[in-house]
T-cell receptor
Framework: DAKTTQPNSMESNEEEPVHLPCNHSTISGTDYIHWYRQLPSQGPEYVIHGLTSNVNNRMASLAIAEDRKSSTLILHRATLRDAAVYYCILDNTGKLIFGQGTTLQVKP | ETGVTQSPTHLIKTRGQQVTLRCSSQSGHNTVSWYQQALGQGPQFIFQYYREEENGRGNFPPRFSGLQFPNYSSELNVNALELDDSALYLC?????????????FGPGTRLTVL
């Protein structure tokens, strides 16, 4: 599976939007882009995924660059409960290969 | 709808012992994947089972083995435990195990090897 690059950490203020970037310059045409998050002391939780088009769900939005070499997870209004490690994962096999992720801190 | 459950929650073993961890998949899911998460690291893929057959394996030695049962629940067995096996073991179920499938994770089993 191709690798992704994410910032180690980011900070946000509560109730403000958060844009979490992910670079995946070696993505193949059949790779899905998944985002999972892991809250402290819990298993990872699915956030959103997409292939080519931007996606929206109740948790977040996923913006995929036209060349698919990068994507951005958008949390529209961060809450304290959004503090977690966010993982961007490319999936071409149904087996998830996690990187280190981005630790998001949300300040009140 | 019942989510993914794992047992036990915590476990302490000594080096050289064997351990079995259990996972019940979400209703309607026929695929279970197992992951190892060391402290401060992202989860690492161990293997996946689809309809009772191993369907892919990560870079783990043969002393890590698994089973999937007809009801799609699963076991992870680790023989000859080493200190580095101390980790959070996560299982995840998915509808088909195919690319693009969403995986639903359990809360994990925390294994400590002394």
């Amino acid at each position: 599976d191709a690798k992704t690059t994410q910032p180690n950490s980011m900070e946000s203020n509560e109730e403000e939007p958060v844009h979490l970037p992910c670079n995946h310059s070696t993505i193949s045409g059949t790779d899905y882009i998944h985002w999972y998050r892991q809250l402290p002391s819990q298993g990872p939780e699915y956030v959103i995924h997409g292939l080519t088009s931007n996606v929206n769900n109740r948790m977040a939005s996923l913006a995929i660059a036209e060349d698919r070499k990068s994507s951005t997870l958008i949390l529209h209004r961060a809450t304290l409960r959004d503090a977690a490690v966010y993982y961007c994962i490319l999936d071409n096999t149904g087996k998830l290969i996690f990187g280190q992720g981005t630790t998001l801190q949300v300040k009140p | 709808e019942t989510g993914v459950t794992q047992s036990p929650t915590h476990l302490i073993k000594t080096r050289g012992q064997q351990v079995t961890l259990r996972c019940s998949s979400q209703s309607g899911h026929n695929t279970v994947s197992w992951y190892q998460q060391a402290l401060g690291q992202g989860p690492q893929f161990i293997f996946q089972y689809y309809r009772e057959e191993e369907n892919g394996r990560g870079n783990f030695p043969p002393r890590f083995s698994g089973l999937q049962f007809p009801n799609y629940s699963s076991e992870l067995n680790v023989n000859a435990l080493e200190l580095d096996d101390s980790a959070l073991y996560l299982c995840a179920s998915s509808p088909r195990g195919s690319r693009g499938d969403t995986q639903y994770f359990g809360p994990g089993t925390r294994l400590t090897v002394l």
